[in-house]
């Protein structure tokens, strides 16, 4: 009697758990659409270095993967850390820095991460979670989170020293 209660509540979080995804899915999917739209006009602006188009178009693949909102929340807390004690040689500007579509470009990124996070619903949770502890409790890792964020996406060298629009 133990076990089939047991099934039938595993059975039952299995089914809820899908459900969620299945409309967490289906509400970030013009997200998704939006990102590759704007994706495709940065890509034809050849303004942007060549650097941060590859790197845009690797993020417009990304963007339907079931493994890089996971591999994001496995790999922040390292990142983050990693980028808070880096050199300042590490540390220096890029070009996109003084870019006039600076801001765009930055955008793309953070709704980018978030098209890959809601891929699954525990992945969404945990990096709140993750968000929580790395920049509420202490405030100073707060740039080194939106850095790491874009580090382990897979986004080069180049995107980490974007300047923020705060």
């Known amino acids: 009697m133990e076990i089939t ?12 758990y899908n459900l969620v995804a299945a409309g967490l899915s289906r ?6 659409l939006h ?6 006009k940065l890509i ?3 303004s ?9 178009d690797y993020l417009a693949d990304s963007l339907f993967s079931s493994y890089r909102g996971w591999l994001i929340v496995v790999t922040l807390p390292v990142s983050a850390i990693a980028y808070k004690f880096r ?3 590490a540390q220096s500007p890029v070009a996109i820095r003084n870019h006039p579509r600076r801001k765009e470009i930055a955008s793309t990124y953070a709704l ?3 098209c890959m996070i809601a891929k699954s619903p525990l992945c969404l949770v945990l990096f709140g979670l ?33 300047r923020w629009a705060n």
């Open 5 to 16: 209660v047991t099934m039938l509540w595993v059975g039952g979080a299995i089914v809820l």
């Open 27 to 32: 509400a970030v999917q013009p997200l998704r």
């Open 35 to 40: 990102v590759v739209d704007c994706v495709e």
């Open 44 to 46: 034809s602006d050849t």
């Open 48 to 56: 942007i270095p060549v650097e941060i188009r590859k790197d845009l």
């Open 87 to 89: 050199s300042k040689e």
């Open 112 to 114: 980018g991460i978030v």
């Open 130 to 162: 993750e968000m929580l502890l790395l920049v509420v409790l202490p405030v100073r890792f707060g740039r080194a989170t939106r850095q790491a964020v874009h580090t382990s996406v897979g986004i080069d060298q180049h995107i980490p020293q974007i």
